[in-house]
């Protein structure tokens, strides 16, 4: 909750800070985003890789820390090379903390309630977004220099204090990475890269999380250039997300423990996300209280989605990663997280306000074939780790082993 504060004070006034202060115009700060993301997806294997050497919780520690001292150093960002460049190393190291966070987390926990665990987390990471859009919300309420560079600032001391946290957690035991360096021969814990099913299902995942490029960047356009829906309904509309988010997520995690469990979980994703692009994309011709109601009902089930994929997502992970590798594994399963900026704003806003109706088939389309393929994708990433002979078993008589 705490570094999920941290962020959501930050991100609220992002745009703001970055033109008045920083002195950027949109289309630079936009650029210096995608830099970022790119150079992220370039280290998402390295950083990986990195949590199995160090252990988990030192590289979220450290993370954590050096994470707050970039955002201390925003405010004597004065140029695009400056601004470029801290992002990028602040996306660099927070993608490592991530890992490191969840490496942890899924060592951390039994097997019978790590996804239960993880859904009251994730509960928490929005409670703590939503109270940190709030102190941001505050400062450019404000809205004097002072005020809005004092966001960063508040985001450093409160990453200080979370990695001072991080480092009090219990130590967790973590097994060797594999001998066998250059992994050109057969070795006890082979590369997660090598886990072609593995590797497919991170995409998938990825693709079903675009749900969050419907929630934040398409819908919001949508309803206002091609809906006669007030603006206002925006406020609502992420209010009711975030509610959904905090009192459900745990609840659509039931069952999720399971392989069979989080695949049923994509499906109900699926149908979710194809729903919302049914119900909204018919709003262009609808007028009134029934675009806005339409509008809320779509908004409703891209949340569905979200949730029901993130359940799925738990599960993969803590059934489909080979747990003498979690950092591997973490690096492959993040391929698909960090492609998804930088390909679906682009595409789906250009499908949906250019082609209209059509469009949003198709983003349905792009739905359904992640949902459908992640099926044979898993069977695959368990034939995987059951040749390799992976520690943790994942299908048949399973012994209930702990990390």
């Known amino acids: 909750m705490l570094s999920a504060f941290a962020t959501g004070s930050f991100l609220t006034g992002t745009a703001v800070f970055f033109t008045q202060i920083v002195g950027l115009t949109g289309s630079q700060v936009g650029l210096g985003m995608s830099i970022a993301g790119v150079v992220t997806l370039v280290l998402s294997l390295p950083l990986g890789r990195l949590s199995d050497h160090v252990g988990a919780k030192p590289l979220w520690a450290v993370a954590a820390l050096l994470e707050a001292l970039l955002y201390f150093a925003w405010p004597m960002a004065r140029s695009m090379v400056t601004f470029v460049a801290l992002l990028s190393l602040l996306s660099a190291i927070s993608t490592a903390g991530n890992t490191g966070r969840n490496v942890y987390r899924i060592a951390v926990f039994p097997r019978e309630v790590r996804v239960r665990a993880l859904a009251y987390m994730r509960s928490a990471r929005n409670v703590g977004y939503t109270l940190g859009a709030l102190a941001g919300g505050i400062a450019l309420a404000i809205g004097t220099r002072s005020a809005i560079m004092a966001v960063p600032v508040l985001t450093g001391c409160l990453l200080v204090l979370n990695a001072v946290m991080v480092s009090r957690l219990p130590r967790i035991d973590r097994a060797e990475p594999s001998a066998d360096h250059d992994e050109e021969n057969a070795a006890p814990a ?214």
């Open 190 to 403: 082979p590369a997660a890269w090598r886990n072609l099913g593995f590797v497919t299902l991170s995409i998938c995942n990825g693709v079903l999380n675009s749900n969050q490029v419907l929630l934040n960047v398409v819908v919001p356009l949508w309803l206002v250039e091609r809906t006669d829906a007030p603006h206002t309904l925006l406020a609502w509309l992420f209010g009711t997300n975030t509610v959904m988010a905090v009192l459900l997520q745990v609840r659509a995690s039931r069952g999720c423990e399971t392989v069979n469990g989080a695949l049923r979980a994509v499906r109900l994703s699926g149908w979710a996300f194809i729903l919302s692009c049914l119900v909204i994309g018919v709003t262009h011709e609808t007028v009134g209280w029934v675009s806005i109601v339409l509008i809320w009902v779509g908004h409703v089930t891209i949340t569905g989605a979200e949730l029901w994929q993130s359940a799925a997502d738990w599960g993969f992970q803590s059934e489909l990663s080979d747990h003498r590798r979690l950092g591997d594994y973490q690096g492959v399963w993040g391929l698909g997280y960090q492609a998804q900026p930088i390909v679906f704003p682009g595409l789906f806003t250009f499908l949906a306000l250019q082609w209209g109706e059509p469009g949003w088939a198709v983003i349905a389309v792009i739905g359904v074939l992640a949902a459908a393929v992640s099926h044979p994708a898993a069977r695959a990433a368990e034939r995987f780790l059951e040749r390799s002979g992976a520690p943790y078993v994942v299908s048949g008589a399973q012994s209930p082993a702990t990390p």
